[in-house]
């Protein structure tokens, strides 16, 4: 029997007394990444089947737009409490607990009979995500240890961050068209029994941490970003002037100034302000932030913009994507190679920098654009930009995080995540109007996350590099 040498401090490690097969570990990462890809996927698997949605539902156009933020919101305002319970009860139950919530939910979305019913439901099967998201990374965290395996988890890890969102366009125009919309969502079911059973017999659990549950704190990390992109919604429709929508904004910053307030005096904070505390992981949030706001308004208008003013069908939309979603896969699995030869936050500024080349590039569209020229290579761009940039995003999130926040941790990358789409999407819808000014607007966004990742990810790459020196020392 042996264990572990002590960890630093701030450091994420895995003490065990006999350490896991390859085998075993194989088969935790596997139903770790199917469980967020089940997640992730459901972001967007509506987008390319929203028109065929609004004609059989008969929803407005902003009615529309809260099937996709009612799944958001409560999926990011309450991932930092779902993260929190898996710290408190244990990961792999909450695991479970999530992912049978989740798959629920789907059908529920999938049967809906009306909009109201189905905003209902989305928003449910968000909370089942809020629940299911954070276990998955910090089962990951707790399975492998600091060092290459570790690098290759979060490589995979993000990289079905950035693939499922693009999975999920092309999976909802193939089923929306051929199909059903609500075959999209019908599909969770069989999946998710899969993914319950094989969860049970093969993910580890974790020790329970005693604990309270910061009510309060969880409430006004949901309630804040919802009051926020309310008020875009009203913008986009009443002006920025309007009553309603200066309400709502002013809400959603005073929800947010007293979290801050609550969480400093909290004795068991749901967001721990220590996590802000390195430069890294700030740069990191904020990166993801805003380049999952640029990419939401992406897709939105990319799919919409392909239906209504290029007459695509939503399958066609749907493959309109598979340039991108290819590259996007062949990239994110090159980057656990190319971080031998270099550090994740050079590869995420790297990704940045291409993925604000192709988001400015479709920002020049007009009528007279061919769809191979001026929307399918610069969409190549812009996957190659998600391929590199996931995977060293999720990785700077959680750096250097001590165990006993794993979770916490873990709930802030996914909830700035989550939050970042519903915040990004709604802003774009407010601020533009057609699809060149969207992409434009897009473009903005990656080039402040372009610079928050180099003006505050990027210095830890030289620490990166000085550490294998002194270890070879």
Known sequence: MTSAPPAPTGVLTRTTAEPPTRRGTTAVLAIILVGYFMVILDNSIVITGLPHLQDELGMSATALAWVQDAYLLTFGGLLLLGARAGDILGRRRMFVV???????????????????????????????????????????????????????????????????????????????????????????????????????????????????????????????????????????????????????????????????????????????????????????????LLFIGAMMGFFLFTSQYLQDERGFSALAAGFAYFPMTAVNFAVALAVPRLQRRTSGPVLLVAGLVLAVAGMAWLGAVDAGTSYAVGIALPMTLVGAGQGLAFGPLTASGIAGVDRSQAGAASGVVNAVHQLGGALGMSLVLALTSTYAAAMTAGAVLLLAALVAAVLLVLPSAGRQAREPARRRT
Not at 139 to 161: C, D, H, M, N, Q
Not at 233 to 247: C, E, K, Q, S
């Open 98 to 288: 999530g992912l049978a919530l989740f798959t629920l939910a789907s059908v529920a979305v999938g049967l809906a009979p009306t909009g109201g019913w189905l905003v209902a439901a989305r928003a449910v099967q968000g909370v089942g995500a809020a629940v299911l998201a954070p276990s998955t990374l910090a089962l990951l965290t707790a399975s492998f240890p600091e060092g290459p395996e570790r690098i290759r988890a979060t490589a995979a890890y993000g990289a079905v961050a950035g693939i499922g969102a693009s999975v999920g366009l092309v999976v909802g125009g193939l089923l929306a068209d051929l199909v059903s919309w609500r075959a999209g969502f019908l599909v969770n079911l069989p999946v998710g029994v899969v993914m319950l059973v094989a969860g049970l017999r093969v993910l580890p659990e974790t020790p329970r941490s005693p604990g309270r549950f910061d009510v309060p704190g969880a409430l006004l990390a949901t309630l804040g970003p919802s009051s926020l992109v309310y008020g875009f919604v009203r913008a986009g429709d009443d002006g920025w002037a309007g009553r309603g929508t200066l309400a709502a904004l002013g809400l959603g910053v005073a929800l947010l100034v007293a979290l801050v307030v609550v969480e400093r005096s909290a004795a068991q904070p749901v967001l721990p302000l220590g996590l802000f505390a390195s430069r890294e992981r700030v740069g990191a949030y904020a990166a993801r």
